[in-house]
């Protein structure tokens, strides 16, 4: 495997607060550590970007 798609039930907690956040960075930064590239499904928002492109997210889908 060499790519991890993030489903869009954990994008959309990303407008949650800190706690969304810190579970999709935890997730990214785990797939960065084993060489996989990270895509978010469902990202519907400005701010849910923003977060994305801040944690290193590879590629996004709305």
């Known amino acids: 495997?060499?790519?991890l798609k993030i489903d869009?039930?954990?994008?959309a907690q990303l407008d949650d607060g800190k706690e969304g956040e810190a579970l999709v960075m935890a997730?990214?930064?785990m797939?960065?550590?084993?060489?996989?590239s990270?895509?978010?499904e469902g990202v519907?928002?400005?701010q849910q970007l923003q977060v994305l492109r801040a944690l290193s997210c590879n590629e996004v889908q709305g």
Not at 8 to 11: D, L, P
């Open 1 to 3: 495997m060499d790519v």
């Open 8 to 11: 869009k039930a954990f994008t």
């Open 27 to 29: 997730v990214i930064s």
């Open 31 to 36: 797939a960065h550590v084993l060489g996989m």
């Open 38 to 40: 990270v895509v978010a």
């Open 44 to 46: 519907d928002t400005w």
